[in-house]
């Protein structure tokens, strides 16, 4: 098993910025990639970025290239999603995802595990 916890979500005005992390512990070993998923109110979860553990590769929705960079510390376990130019529409419950197969997956199904969420609002 593989547990997962996010912080540093919270309110900050349009054009601000924000760094989320997310904790492994565990099997955190039998992971192969991470990913950041947000649901905003009345709408359905999304993909926002992944990374491999290994190489680091990264990928992301179009929505939020060039504002959002998504990190990891291997040593840490831990995984980041640095924030920049937060709009109104970033507003939402962002979930840190990990997969055991999948690589820059943006298909829910193919993670495993998942956090809680933290909210991150962002005011006109």
């Known amino acids: 098993q593989v547990q997962l916890v996010e912080s540093g979500g919270g309110l900050v005005q349009a054009g601000g910025s924000l760094r989320l992390s997310c904790a492994a512990s565990g099997r955190t070993r039998s992971t192969n990639a991470m990913g950041w998923f947000r649901q905003a109110p009345g709408k359905e979860r999304e993909f926002v970025a992944a990374?491999?553990?290994?190489?680091?590769?990264?990928y992301y929705a179009d929505s939020v290239k060039g504002r959002f960079t998504i990190s990891r510390d291997n040593a840490k376990n831990t995984v980041y999603l640095q924030m920049n130019s937060l709009k109104p529409e970033d507003t939402a419950v962002y979930y840190c995802?990990?997969?055991?197969?999948?690589?820059?997956?943006?298909?829910?199904?193919?993670?495993?595990?998942w956090g809680q969420g933290t909210q991150v609002t962002v005011s006109s």
């Open positions: 995802a990990a997969s055991r197969y999948y690589s820059g997956s943006a298909r829910e199904y193919e993670y495993d595990y």
């Open positions: 990374i491999r553990w290994s190489g680091g590769s990264t």
